[in-house]
């Protein structure tokens, strides 16, 4: 349970972070702040969502896809946030590309910094747990 709590917590901050980042970096993307915790929540849960039913049907359908499973669901997540009106537009085939790319990339980096950080502190309390 506290996995989960931490996990989805994680993912609303690395996703608000890389959110804003992508509207920063690329001129298609507009975050409207009105409608932005809509669109935060919206994405993180698409994410969730759509991320077990992208693996699966690549791995039923396109196992040479599964590579890009991630970058997928951020596609389609954001695309599920974008039809929420009032947070989110993106115009433009290379605004779409480029913005996933840099929300895939800093929810996959964040995540992973965050598991590293979790095994450190797990590995850290079991050892001293043992050394009581």
């Not at 598991?115 to 309390?125: D, H, S, V, Y």
């Amino acid at each position: 349970m506290i996995r989960f709590l931490t996990q989805t917590v994680v993912n609303i901050i690395t996703s608000t972070i890389a959110l804003l980042v992508a509207a920063w970096l690329v001129d298609g993307m507009t975050l409207v702040p009105s409608g932005f915790i809509v669109t935060v929540l919206v994405f993180v849960a698409a994410s969730a969502v759509l991320s077990p039913f992208t693996f699966n049907m690549a791995r039923k359908y396109a196992s040479a896809a599964l590579g890009g499973v991630g970058l997928i669901s951020t596609l389609l997540a954001l695309f599920v946030a974008s039809l929420f009106p009032g947070g989110l537009t993106i115009d433009g085939f290379g605004s779409w590309a480029v913005v996933s790319l840099i929300v895939w990339f800093i929810t996959a980096l964040g995540g992973w910094a965050v598991l590293a950080w979790w095994t450190k502190q797990r590995a850290k309390a079991a050892a001293q747990k043992r050394a009581d």
